[in-house]
Nanobody
């Protein structure tokens, strides 16, 4: 199975932007659907954005219009562009890959995003 490594997290002021990357160790196109979850302190992990098919996406209501998920299949990498960040976006962001054949999920270790002035 693939391994996932997230990067791009950090500290940003409210209203700022970050782009998270999730690099997979192997081929993802046609095998996995990819997405992002996040977990804030004291809260459950929640879906942020995901590919539901190779081209269709879905977003949490709280990030709709501000976040964009994209993929570079040649690089086996998925991105999460986050704009107009708010303090409530502060969380550890996890990349995941869902194998459409085995239905098993693979998770990255997460990257911290902190939105604060």
């Amino acid at each position: 199975q693939v391994q996932l490594v997230e990067s791009g997290g950090g500290l940003v002021q409210p209203g700022g932007s970050l782009r998270l990357s999730c690099a997979a160790s192997g081929r993802i196109f046609g095998i996995y659907t990819m997405g992002w979850h996040r977990q804030a302190p004291g809260k459950q992990r929640e879906l942020v954005a995901t590919f539901t098919t190779s081209t269709r996406t879905t977003y949490a209501d709280s990030v709709q219009g501000r976040f964009t998920i994209s993929a570079d299949n040649a690089k086996n990498t998925v991105y999460l562009q986050m704009n107009s960040l708010k303090p409530e976006d502060t969380a550890v962001y996890y990349c995941y890959a869902h194998n459409v054949f085995t239905t098993k999920d693979v998770w990255g270790r997460g990257t911290q995003v902190t939105v604060s002035s």
